[in-house]
């Protein structure tokens, strides 16, 4: 007599995502360091599986942006300084910020509650495990790139993210520095509530801890206009 099975069975994409969270949580805890060599068979024997998932898993970790590969040596964890740091985050504030404004306009109590139940994890894990912590830091800005309702924002800004909050965990930051990023998460709910008087720029480039000044104004059509009739006048 047959009987029903106790488990689905595993498909391989479920298991190249599951592998890629066992190497992504590694490298947030600090457990693998950055710059360090992800070899294939190891892992493979570590987690007890063929080396082509382990292979797919990797992939899919370099398109994230948390590995990148070198032609001819491998695999390796991102290991960036602080100009790439830099770099990095005066992209993020361009993008972030006009996702916070395709957001806000999708902004619902439904997505104002799970926003705010993140940001209270977040605040309670404050002084404890710092992958803890980026890791709902990372769940709390994904929900905010879900409600742009574009793929292609939330697939962008998850590459330039993931690797500045790898870089956060393993360089561990002083504690008035982690309070500030926490705290400087609720403005950013308030602006999506439209309850905010600042621009979403200035709240990102707080957040982020980085310089910003608005752009200077182009002249208007009608006043280089004007400028070029009067050079005309004078010829």
């Not at 998932?53 to 942006?65: F, H, K, T, V």
């Not at 991102?78 to 910020?97: C, F, G, P, T, Y």
């Not at 870089?167 to 008035?176: E, L, Q």
Request: proline fraction near 6%; charged fraction near 30%.
């Amino acid at each position: 007599m047959s009987r029903n099975p106790v488990f689905a069975p595993v498909h391989l994409p479920t298991l190249k995502h599951n592998i890629a969270e066992i190497i992504s949580e590694a490298i947030f805890s600090g457990k693998i360091k950055p710059g360090e060599r992800l070899n294939e068979s190891q892992l493979a024997r570590d987690l007890h599986v063929s080396r082509a998932p382990i292979r797919e898993a990797l992939q899919q970790l370099e398109e994230q942006g948390i590995i990148v590969n070198h032609p001819r040596r491998g695999m390796f964890v991102v290991n960036l300084d602080e100009e790439d740091v830099q770099k990095i985050k005066s992209v993020r504030l361009v993008l972030e910020a006009e996702a916070m404004r395709l957001a806000r306009a999708n902004f619902t109590p439904a997505a104002h509650a799970r926003l705010n139940q993140i940001l209270d994890r977040m605040e309670r894990s404050e002084g404890g495990q710092p992958s803890l912590r980026v890791k709902l830091d990372y769940e709390f800005h994904r929900a905010i790139w879900a409600l742009t309702g574009n793929e292609y924002f939330e697939k962008t800004l998850a590459g330039l993210v993931v690797p500045l909050f790898a870089y956060s965990v393993i360089r561990a930051m002083k504690s008035d520095k982690v309070r500030h990023v926490i705290y400087s998460h609720r403005p950013l709910i308030d602006f999506l509530a439209g309850k905010s008087a600042e621009t979403i720029e200035e709240l990102l480039a707080d957040h982020l801890k980085i310089p910003w000044s608005p752009p200077e104004r182009c002249p208007s059509n009608s006043a280089a206009a004007k400028k070029t009739e009067k050079r005309k006048a004078r010829s």
